[in-house]
């Protein structure tokens, strides 16, 4: 007896029937689905309904126009397909403004996972839209998300199937190296990072876990549909509390760095006396890393003056950004 195949991620699965129904000249009865769409065909009967009647209500989530077609006669079956003229997008123009914020966004998936495809989408879009691309008119509002890691995919997975999932967890004030069994409810990113939000199996109650704290491969623990996830999950407590509010001191150009000054704090009369051809403006943080990135973005338009650590982070991201240069000089 040979191993038994792995099941198919459920993002394919949902892939694979978009293909199917897209592409089916008349219709696709459940039958036809179960026996011909990979994800579908090793499912017993009843877990197929199941797992057919979840993808439908997905996709159609996701606006994909999924058609129900009526039986011709009183010995067919129901059948479904997906209407090619409402799901293809029609002529796309984008003025440089449109295309700014759609810059904007794709730079928001800086995991390696994602960045590809958003890159790729970008360029399409650039191609046929008018005018500059006008990049510059979203400095300074960039998201700085980290890399989640390569546990997303299977969190992601994990969520949609209701699974729970087993790995290794370093706790952020304490150090603590412990391992957890999680039942997932969302996946999310929160100021610089990436969190899992669920039920803590080991601890009894709702926790977040930051994703780059997760120091073992994300393991799938048990069977699919083991748990609801709670109407108030969003809600629902965590263990990670919020770092403190601090101040960092900038040293700006004049005119510059608009989202910088935007949540800047009131001015003091002390502070017009540092420079003669800037402006000195406070604002607050949490997360040294989160605004030294953004900070990196303007170049030398924004000094840092305070705190030591923001400074560190900013010049230590200048410097990758001129190694990059280098090499892609050379």
Do not use: H
């Amino acid at each position: 007896m040979g191993p038994v195949p792995a099941p198919t991620p459920p993002a394919e699965r949902l892939l694979n029937l978009v293909i199917a129904l897209l592409n089916t000249p008349t219709r696709m009865t459940k039958e036809q689905v179960r026996r011909s769409v990979v994800g579908y065909d090793s499912e017993t009967t009843e877990a197929f309904e199941r797992m057919f009647e979840r993808d439908k209500d997905a996709l159609r989530e996701l606006g994909i126009p999924i058609v129900t077609v009526q039986p011709d006669g009183p010995a067919d079956e129901i059948g479904y397909r997906i209407d090619p003229e409402s799901y293809t997008l029609g002529d796309i123009e984008l003025s440089p403004a449109e295309l700014a914020v759609l810059s904007l966004a794709s730079g928001f998936w800086r995991d390696a996972a994602l960045s590809r495809d958003a890159n790729r989408a970008l360029t399409k879009l650039r191609a046929v839209a008018e005018g500059s691309p006008a990049d510059d008119l979203a400095a300074g509002l960039l998201p700085r998300v980290q890399p989640a890691g390569p546990g997303l995919p299977v969190l992601l997975d994990a969520v949609l199937e209701r699974r729970a999932v087993r790995f290794t967890y370093r706790a952020a004030y304490t150090g603590e190296v412990t391992e957890r069994e999680v039942e997932p409810w969302q996946v999310r990113t929160e100021g610089a990072g990436w969190y899992l939000r669920g039920f803590d199996r080991g601890r009894g109650g709702p926790r977040s876990f930051r994703l780059n704290r997760i120091l073992s491969p994300v393991r799938p623990v048990g069977p699919a549909e083991a748990y609801e996830i709670p109407a108030d999950a969003l809600e629902q407590g965590s263990d990670e509390p919020a770092p403190p509010v601090r101040e960092a001191v900038l040293a700006v150009l004049p005119e510059r760095a608009g989202a910088l000054r935007a949540r800047a704090l009131a001015p003091r009369a002390a502070d017009a006396e540092l420079f003669e051809d800037r402006d000195v403006v406070r604002v607050p943080f949490r997360s040294a890393m989160e605004l030294g990135y953004e900070i990196a973005g303007y170049g030398a338009a924004v000094l840092v003056l305070d705190p030591p650590e923001l400074r560190e982070v900013v010049v230590s991201r200048l410097r990758a950004a001129a190694a990059l240069e280098e090499v892609a000089r050379g």
